[in-house]
């Protein structure tokens, strides 16, 4: 993983994280789609979205740095290094979040870059290779399903023009959210870059989401992988009639069905290990009136393990299921994305595990349950994860909630770990 620095450079950096500066922002960044129970509501490419990416690229000349975004959003902090002809290190995260959801889950691992680039600053220290910060397009996919589109299009897992014409579900396309964002982009002077550029390595910062670093009472983890993730929509197709008046024998109820499906999807699902998630987050009944028989039901799955096998024999056993007739409907079963499971390099997260010797910080190892931008990384470049732990493992949720002792101990981990990888 390169040369590099001696570790009282690192440590120097890892001293320069400035909590004040790290809970100012924090604070401001939850004012952008700020909800009223102390959550936040910013969908990707929403206003609040453009706003914070706005925000964001503003602080680039503070830090010595340059602003650009490439055509799926991703907007980058580019800090030159001494050898310009260097590949960057990267790190970054999300800024866009679920439509409930909390104050850190993305926002923390912006941040905490941020405070990392400013630290190396601080700290007088110019590093040799150049230094990177991104803020990934729509990681969380409430929005636009699936997620993690900017890191899939950045790195060629996905099509920007099959991306772009994703809908929300209010019919709007991504393209056209996404060209209001750019034209805002555009009008602060933002520069345009291409996607896929070079990495040396890419370190991403997120809050665990998970209940096991709180558990052990430690302030950061090293990430070793990440497991699969599978999404499907499931539809019912049945027939609308009247409530009153239809008997039994003539119905075709498409909730009926997919209550009944879900049901069996469920129980398919369940392994007593419990290492599989199976979630059904999102159910729209139409025509959604009292009095009428629904005549289509439309259900997700979101389907998790560590092993791609099992998530195949899963999907198999779910598509068998769907073919079967639902209280005589009809059921389809669409995939939306298959993200295989990951595990990052061990030389990497040796020089984290390293780093967090160096500055007396217990971050034991673990996998990720939730899915990353650092997912798609893994395949572009020598890409690994630090954690931070959440109150309660509570995430996607409005009373997400990080210590700030432990948000700076991470952030001081990441400046540390970033400043030996660029020396
Ligand atoms: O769903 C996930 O795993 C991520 O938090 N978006
Ligand atoms: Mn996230
Ligand atoms: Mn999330």
Redesign the pocket.
């Known amino acids: 993983m390169g040369k590099t620095t001696d570790s009282s450079d690192a440590k120097a950096v890892g001293e320069a994280v400035d909590p004040a500066r790290l809970e100012r922002d924090l604070a401001f960044l939850a004012t952008l789609g700020a909800r009223d129970d102390g959550g936040v509501a910013r969908l990707a490419l929403d206003a609040n979205d453009t706003q914070a990416r706005l925000w964001l690229a503003e602080q680039a000349a503070a830090l010595g740095a340059n602003a650009s975004v490439d055509a799926i959003g991703n907007l980058f902090l580019d800090l030159p290094g001494s050898d310009p002809t260097l590949a960057p290190v990267v790190t970054g995260?999300?800024l866009d979040s679920q439509p409930a959801g909390g104050r850190y889950?993305?926002a923390l691992g912006v941040l905490a870059g941020l405070e990392a680039l400013r630290a190396l600053g601080d700290a007088g220290i110019q590093p040799r290779r150049p230094l990177s910060l991104v803020s990934w397009t729509n990681?969380?996919g409430a929005r636009f399903a699936p997620g993690t589109s900017g890191s899939a299009v950045f790195c060629g897992v996905r099509g920007l023009d099959e991306t772009r014409a994703i809908r929300d579900a209010d019919g709007v396309s991504l393209g056209s959210a996404l060209d209001e964002c750019l034209a805002a982009l555009d009008a602060a002077g933002i520069p345009r870059r291409p996607l896929a550029t070079p990495m040396h390595a890419f370190v991403e910062l997120?809050i665990e989401q998970g209940p096991i670093l709180e558990r052990v009472g430690a302030p950061a983890g090293v990430v070793e992988g990440i497991q699969g993730v599978s999404w499907f929509e499931v539809t019912l197709s049945g027939s609308a009639n009247h409530a009153g008046t239809t008997p039994r024998a003539m119905r075709r109820d498409a909730l009926e069905g997919a209550c009944a499906l879900a049901a069996s999807l469920r129980e398919a699902a369940r392994d007593e290990a419990d290492r599989v998630r199976f979630t059904i987050g999102k159910f729209v009944v139409s025509p959604g009136s009292v009095n009428t028989i629904p005549d289509r039901v439309t259900f997700s799955i979101d389907l998790r393990h560590p092993e791609a096998a099992t998530l195949d024999a899963l999907s198999a056993s779910f598509r068998l299921l769907a073919g079967q007739p639902w209280a005589g409907c009809q059921a389809t079963l669409t995939p939306l994305s298959r993200i295989e499971p990951v595990d990052f390099p061990a030389p990497l997260t040796a020089l984290l595990a390293d780093t967090a010797e160096d500055l007396a910080l217990t971050a034991p190892r673990l996998m990720s349950g939730?899915f990353?931008d650092a997912i798609h990384l893994a395949g572009h470049c020598p890409t690994a994860m630090l954690f931070v732990p959440c109150r309660g493992g509570l995430s996607h949720h409005p009373d997400e909630h990080v210590d700030l002792d432990e948000a700076v101990a991470g952030t001081r981990l990441l400046a540390a770990s970033l400043a030996r990888l660029c020396a």
């Open positions: 995260s999300h889950d993305g990681e969380e997120h939730a990353h």
